[in-house]
């Protein structure tokens, strides 16, 4: 067995291929705690070689060389301490696409896709009439880049509040060519907002203050607060949404929220409040309900 330290940054003294150095590396990681060693391990020198990691499958015996080493051991090194994989190599894949992100975005999570799918089962048909969206807290841009990618007649307003999320949400829709369907506007929940729109979609905070505390260490030490907590209940942000979003919306337009394991009674309350009808709850892929679907009446009732 190596030491300790040559198991934490796989050193150029060893030579080592590829096969060796996903092994020790992975066991480095495992021994650390961290929940995926081998994937960390593999995604991280993939990304050190610029090859895809399919590449490491294709060539166990290949031995790295002395700079590709070098960068591969840095990146470790962060990985080590607990940082996201996401922000070591700054980039995620969302929707099959790939997404730059920085600490300043939320690191898009694939239980989001489901207001992706559900949003795009409304327009199955396809329609002539442009379909216009507003994202309200983009971040890394996921949702509504995914969305533009998806929907050919389509126009998206995303806003956030932070000007250096913007700044990355922007680079996103460039880099995956959908820069035109896209305006980015910066501002306070719906404050800069203009117009009416056929859906409001938002993946906003939820997590409350008290929950916040027991995250896992990796969310909470490095992925932005004010992405995630939202007050002491949680759904602080759910309740601005359902009562301004309805101004925006066109009668008959549905509005769609991620939401927080145990939020939906809250939910529906403030949904049925403000007269939504259709209400509707999705769940994620472990079966929590995750997603809010509810449209605002064409005719008021009575
Ligand atoms: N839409 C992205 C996704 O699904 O991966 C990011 C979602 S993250 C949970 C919430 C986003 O809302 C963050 O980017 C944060 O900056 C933004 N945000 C938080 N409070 C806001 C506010 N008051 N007004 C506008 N945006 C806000
Ligand atoms: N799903 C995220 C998490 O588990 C929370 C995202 C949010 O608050 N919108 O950390």
């Not at 709850?281 to 995750?290: H, L, T, V």
């Amino acid at each position: 067995m190596r030491n300790r330290e040559s198991v934490h940054f796989p050193g150029i003294r060893y030579m080592m291929n590829i096969s060796q150095l996903l092994k020790e590396t992975a066991s480095g990681f495992g021994a650390e705690g961290l929940p995926t060693p081998r994937l960390d391990a593999e995604v991280l020198l993939a990304f050190s070689i610029e090859r895809e990691r399919h590449f490491l499958y294709a060539h166990p015996a290949k031995e790295i060389s002395g700079a590709e080493m070098e960068r591969f051991r840095s990146l470790v090194a962060r990985r080590m301490k607990g940082e996201p994989v996401a922000y070591v190599t700054g980039k995620k894949e969302f929707w099959s696409l790939v997404f730059e992100v920085t600490p300043d975005v939320l690191i898009p999570r694939p239980d989001t896709e489901i207001l992706v799918e559900d949003i795009l089962k409304f327009f199955r048909q396809g329609r002539e009439k442009k379909i216009r969206i507003l994202e309200i807290g983009t971040g890394s841009g996921a949702i509504s880049v995914a969305l533009a990618s998806e929907l050919k007649n389509v126009s998206i307003t995303a806003t956030d509040f932070s000007p250096n999320a913007l700044a990355v949400a922007e680079k996103n829709a460039v880099s995956n060519n959908v820069g035109e369907k896209i305006s980015f506007v910066c501002g306070d929940m719906f404050e800069s907002v203009e117009g009416t729109f056929d859906i409001i979609v938002s993946n906003p905070p939820y997590i409350s203050e008290c929950e916040f505390a027991l995250l896992d260490p990796e969310v909470r030490e490095y992925e932005p607060r004010r992405a995630l907590v939202a007050g002491l209940e949680g759904t602080e942000f759910h309740r601005i949404l359902v009562r301004d979003g309805k101004r925006f919306l066109e009668k008959g337009g549905r509005l769609v929220m991620e939401m927080g394991a145990g939020q939906r009674s809250a939910i529906e309350k403030m949904l049925k409040e403000h007269d939504y009808c259709d209400i509707g709850f999705a769940s994620d892929y472990a079966g929590i309900e995750r997603v809010a679907l509810a449209k605002k009446r064409r005719s008021p009732v009575g």
